[in-house]
């Protein structure tokens, strides 16, 4: 049995970064190599390529010159309707597949179990966490996705309370050492600066535009990101908040953060995953969780009952002296007209 990477990317210098410390895991790239198939074709069978190249000619040539019992970890990311044809195409050659999405050395699969058990002590050399999300190969890509978005979106609250602290960086260090220990204490607030952007999965769009789910919070904070970019929204300095308060700010915050786990949870929901499984895989196999992933969803209403009048005051202060703050403005927005339509989103 034998091992391999394919790829060009950071990702893939990541796993083979982690992967080799234990085993020698040989690198290959598929794009204009033409040694490319001469190498598989030598490799010792049962071979298992680890893939994350995005190419349909590569995957044409890769599924010709694999055999039956071979496996194919596909960690392309691509749209997750288009991993049912990639599944397909090695299906019909009877090589064994599944399909994977990684975001920082977190990584959920998706595909059949028994290939996925196989394979798992190689993989997990590979990853930090290894999630399995369900045995339709294209699970992995459509959790992802909906995963980056809600990442987007919590960057975005994030810029929304530096914004409110009239860009003043050692406010900004204060808030974050003052959100250690609670519900939002998590990798996307510890790993804010000034400058941090977005992950901007352009999948999302696609996925909002045909599904027509509603999600409001998510589509409103990212399309600010489309209509500006941050070099010139953090050079508005000249609106000073003299208003700012930590304590507003951090629940603003965590409003936003609530909003947005239920909004994700929603959309998992109409794949439909049950919901102990989407909280499962954003709270194990995501790198956005933090506490209040693991709160109800009764839970989190509560907190939006409890921090929605500083949510208020957030944005008026921010409008008052005009400040942007797209995240926590859809927020209340949704939050609002689901008082007066208080109906599931999904």
Known sequence: MSHAIVGSD???RQVLFKLNKKNNVPFIT???????????????????????EDSSLYLQNISTNLQKGDTF???SPDYY??????ENIFKQRKIK???????????IFSGNRDVFNNELPFLADAF??????????????YVMMIQNAMNDTMIQGLHDVFSYGSYESSKMIDFIKSCYGSDIDGRVVRTFNATTQMIKDQRFKEFSFESKIPCPVINSSNEFVDFTNYRKYIAMQSSTNSHYNEQVARNALRFVFATVILEGISILRSKPIPIKHAYDYLSMGSSIKCDMFR??????????????????????????VSIPCP???SALNQHDSMKYYPVELI
């Open 295 to 320: 709160k109800s969803q009764h839970e989190l209403y509560d907190i939006l009952n409890d921090t929605e009048h500083d949510a208020r005051m957030f944005l008026m202060q921010c409008v008052s």
């Open 73 to 75: 970890i596909d960690l």
């Open 327 to 329: 995240a926590v403005q």
């Open 10 to 12: 950071l990702i893939t």
């Open 97 to 107: 597949y599944i399909s994977g999405a990684v975001s920082d050395a977190c990584a």
């Open 81 to 86: 309707k288009n991993i049912r044809l990639k």
């Open 30 to 52: 598929a794009n204009r190599n033409p040694n490319f198939v001469n190498y598989v074709k030598d490799m010792k069978t049962p071979r298992t390529i680890v893939s994350t």
């Open 128 to 141: 930090h966490t290894c999630t399995y999300t369900g045995e339709k190969a294209e699970t992995s890509q």
